[in-house]
Each structure stands twice: as C-alpha cells, then as structure tokens.
C-alpha cells in the first residue's frame, strides 16, 4: 500500500525534514502549517525532486476550526494516512506564572489536546486497518522539570510509552522522539541567544529525523537521537531535581 504521512509543523525545522526524507522514501505528504505560502513552496520543490503527491493544509492548530480540517482529513479513508507525525509546536519565553493564561493554555493545546485528538482520528484507521505509525516530537526536557514546556512534553512521553504497548500488538507503532537542542527555527522564533548553549549540545535535523524514523520503523515507545542525549537522560533520571532544573533552564 502507499505510504501517506501527515506532518504537522510541516513549515520549517524538523517537519520539514520529515518532509524531505520521507518523500525521498517514495512517501504521499500531507503538509499541515499555518504559512500557506511555505507550505506550498515546499510542496513544490518535494513533487519535483522526488515525484510524490504532495496535499498542503493551511490551518492554524490553535484553533478548533484548524484542528477540525486535519481531522477531516484523517478520516478519509479514501486516500488514507498510514503515519501520522505531530510535530508541530514551539516553546514560550517566560515562566509558567508570568505568561498571560491565554497563552499557557493554547501551548497546553499545541502539544498535548492536538495530538491527543490527532492520535484518536489516526487510530481508528490505523485499527481496521492493521497497522500505522505515530509519531509524537516530545523532547528531552520532557525528562527534566523545565516549565510547563517540560510537561508538556513529559505528557506525550508518557502516552506514547503506553500506546505503543497497548497497539503494538495491532501492527500500530506509537514513538515519542525526545531530541535535544537541534538546529531550526525554534529558538529564532523564541528570540533566544543559541549562544547560550554549548556547541556539543546542538545536534542537526537531517541526524534526528533520520534516527526518529529508524526507531519508529522497529516500533519503539521512546526514540532519543545521539548517544550524549542518551546519557543526559540517564542522568536526568537519578540526579537531584533541583540540579538538572538549572541544566535544563539553558537556551531559553
Ligand atoms: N529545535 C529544538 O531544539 C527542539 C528540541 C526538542 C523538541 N523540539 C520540538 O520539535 C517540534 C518542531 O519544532 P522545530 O524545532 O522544528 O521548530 P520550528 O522550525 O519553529 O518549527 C515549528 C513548526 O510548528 C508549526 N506551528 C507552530 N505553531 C503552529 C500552529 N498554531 N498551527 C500550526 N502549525 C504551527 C510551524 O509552522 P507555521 O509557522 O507555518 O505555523 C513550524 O512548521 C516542536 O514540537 C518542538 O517542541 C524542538
């Protein structure tokens, strides 16, 4: 059967790449941003280089009539979505109780009640169907107590932990892929200084992606790219919270 992929976020960064590589696997894109205009031109270029069908959605994930067009889509079960990639997001400059509620509550949405409803729509294909896979972008700071951008992403671990045990033996695969900090527009968007993370700690979309798609091919829950991110999070798991609190606060 064809490979149809829906990635949301799909403007730049690590959807983007998802993009690229999945296409140049011979994969049908499904391209959801709010940025019409990039969602169009990446469209574009992946047609040409690679010969895929590309479909673009503009729709912003804030809001419930953005949410409700992916949906859509989902259902079709005319052209269905065989991996579904929730990627879209971004982090918030100020602390929890400092930042308008307004703001706290759509990031909440962002990341955890779109793929949450996301994820649901997916499955019931997925489940008659017989296989699929999903793929949650969480983060390392899902391991560490960062904010509420940390739990969030701590959220989506834990769901995507649990799912992979309870739909794996479906043929459906649910991976939380926790990067560390990577080079794309994230941090730009925020208005922070990369200078303020060591270099060591910065890794490349192409290498998460590509070891992301490797370990949700061989069905893990939980996918952390590169082997010093790995040993951070060994850390992060027996080393005093307040100690990895003032680690983690790095590159906001
Ligand atoms: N970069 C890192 O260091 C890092 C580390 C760990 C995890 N992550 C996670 O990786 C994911 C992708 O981020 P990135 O690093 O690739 O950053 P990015 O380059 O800024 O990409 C973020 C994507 O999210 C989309 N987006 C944001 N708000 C949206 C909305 N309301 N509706 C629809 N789309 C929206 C953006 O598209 P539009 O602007 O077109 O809407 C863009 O395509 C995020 O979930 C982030 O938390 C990033």
Redesign the pocket.
Known sequence: MTQTVLI?????????EFARQLAAKGANLVL????AE?LEHNAARLQADHGVGVETMA????TDA?VDEVVVRLEDSSSPVTTLIN?????LVEPFADSPLETELDHLK??VTVPLTLSHTALQGMRRRGSGHIIN?????GFTPRGTYGAVKAAMISFSRWANIQYGGEGISVTALC????H????Q?MKVDKRSVPSWMWLN?PDVVAEGLRDAARGKGVSIPSIRYKVLAGFARFAPPSLVAAFAWRGR
């Open positions: 949301t976020g799909a403007t730049s960064g690590l959807g983007a959801v941003g709010r940025n990039r729709a912003d994930l804030h953005g990627n879209a997001g971004y982090g962002i990341h972008i969480a983060s390392v700071a990067p560390g900090f990577v794309t527009e994230f941090h968007r979309a």
